[in-house]
């Protein structure tokens, strides 16, 4: 059966689903977007993604066209008509159908777009096996010219870094600031472990606030293993015992070589195997099943 996509009030099958040509999400990148996950027929961290959709939208000035309760009870109608306890939501809000100049004030109404579908951004043997990544030569945005922390259509910079990855034959790309510090990934956040205590650049830096990354920092409090969000270099990087990224699509994927220096003895290490244990028995127990 053809998925059903959720466009402003309506749900269409996948091959249907339309919008305007004139869209301003799709002629300059105006709007703002979420991917979410439903584990076990769980959303997972539900009420985090649809605050950041929400604060996303006051930072560009996007007018909502739902309320907080219409847009929780659209996102969960449209998981239920797809009738998928395992699958991968993109919420997607566009400042909407306009002209051709940049101006948003003809934008009368913004666009609302809910996808429900299957992600499978790595094979399940990469979670045993751990993949490679480069450092791009593309960094981060500064964050006085454009704040990476509103999760906007303007994702250009990401998919540059993800391009070199891709001819590099890496799984992603990690990138750095306009000070040559790790900032993040080109879709994940990044941390290392050195002598048992979990690194991850702090929110001060230009990198989106992840919600898988704040699971991890949580788990690990509640472990007890020591974390520190800090500034970190390409030095502290190759240098560290173990590395992975985090994102809602990746989960916690283990980093095996950073531009071709092996991070530990090339195999996941321990501390990242024990925190994707806990991270997925977290997710397949927490929130309420839609379907029950
Ligand atoms: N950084 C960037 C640039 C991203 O696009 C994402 C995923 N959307 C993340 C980090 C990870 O965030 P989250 O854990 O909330 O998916």
Do not use: W
Not at 273 to 287: I, N, P
Request: aromatic share 6%; glycine share 8%.
């Amino acid at each position: 059966m053809e998925p059903k996509v959720y466009v402003d009030g309506e749900l269409y099958p996948k091959s249907e689903a339309k919008i305007s040509v004139f869209d301003h999400g799709l002629l300059y990148g105006d709007g703002i977007f979420e991917g979410i996950r439903v584990y076990s027929g769980r959303l997972f961290r539900f009420k985090e993604h649809i605050d950041r959709l929400y604060e996303s939208a006051r930072i560009i000035r996007l007018k909502m066209p739902l309320s907080r309760e219409d847009m929780d009870c659209a996102v969960q109608d449209t998981v239920r008509a797809n009738g998928m306890r395992d699958a991968y939501i993109r919420l997607v809000v566009t400042r909407g159908a306009g002209d051709l100049g940049i101006d948003p004030r003809k934008c009368k109404k913004s666009t609302l777009i809910i996808i429900v579908d299957k992600i499978t951004v790595y094979g399940e043997e990469l979670y045993e096996q751990g993949i490679p990544i480069i450092t791009s030569s593309t960094r981060r945005i500064r964050p006085d010219m454009l704040d990476q922390r509103a999760k906007s259509l303007n994702y250009l910079n990401s998919i540059m870094a993800k391009i070199e990855a891709n001819i590099a034959g890496a799984g992603e790309a990690l990138m750095l600031d306009c000070n040559g510090n790790v900032a993040e990934c080109s879709v994940d956040n990044f941390f290392i472990v050195k002598a048992g205590v979990l690194l991850t650049p702090g929110l001060e830096f230009p990198i989106l606030a992840g919600i898988t990354r704040a699971v991890v920092l949580e788990i690990a409090d509640r472990l007890g293993i020591p974390c520190r969000e800090c500034t970190l270099t390409l030095h502290d990087v190759y240098g560290a015992d173990e590395s992975f990224v985090t994102g809602t699509g990746a989960e916690l994927m283990p980093v095996i070589s950073v531009d071709s220096r092996t991070i530990g003895d090339g195999r996941p290490g321990p501390l990242t195997a024990k925190l994707l244990k806990e991270f997925r028995a977290l997710h397949s127990a927490e929130g309420v099943d839609l379907f029950a």
